[in-house]
């Protein structure tokens, strides 16, 4: 293993992450737009959103370097970084979906 290949990992893995937050705001937003919520159940979104994304953080760099290093591995350094990037977005992506899906409920329930 060379340096090359440990500094695209890791540049993937921050690039995963960067992507995540892009993406998790958009799965937020939209949850927030289905329906009238005040802000107490807008901050319950929010907050449960982040917390998913937070517990999923070491997970996913774990799971993207392994599964997506192994995927990407055929294509060289480039196809590792890749696949590394790929996964790390999408496993912290889906987690903050998730959380805001989870929040929005709990606000719900809240409301009742």
């Known amino acids: 293993m060379n340096l090359a290949l440990f500094a695209a990992v ?3 893995c921050v690039g995963g992450a960067v992507a995540a937050f ?3 705001n958009r799965a937020i937003a939209a ?3 289905r329906g009238a919520l005040d802000a107490g159940q807008r901050a319950t979104v929010v907050k449960s959103a982040a917390a998913f994304g937070l517990v999923a953080v070491v997970p996913a760099v ?3 370097i ?3 290093g192994t995927l990407g591995g055929a294509h060289g350094a480039v196809g ?3 696949g590394t990037f790929a996964l790390v977005a999408l496993l912290i992506s889906v987690s903050v979906a998730a959380g805001a899906w989870v ?3 709990l606000a719900d329930r809240a409301e009742l």
């Open 10 to 12: 890791a540049i993937a």
């Open 22 to 24: 892009v993406l998790g």
């Open 31 to 33: 949850i927030l737009r």
């Open 62 to 64: 774990l799971l993207g």
């Open 66 to 68: 392994v599964v997506g």
């Open 80 to 82: 590792v970084a890749l």
């Open 103 to 105: 929040g929005r409920l």
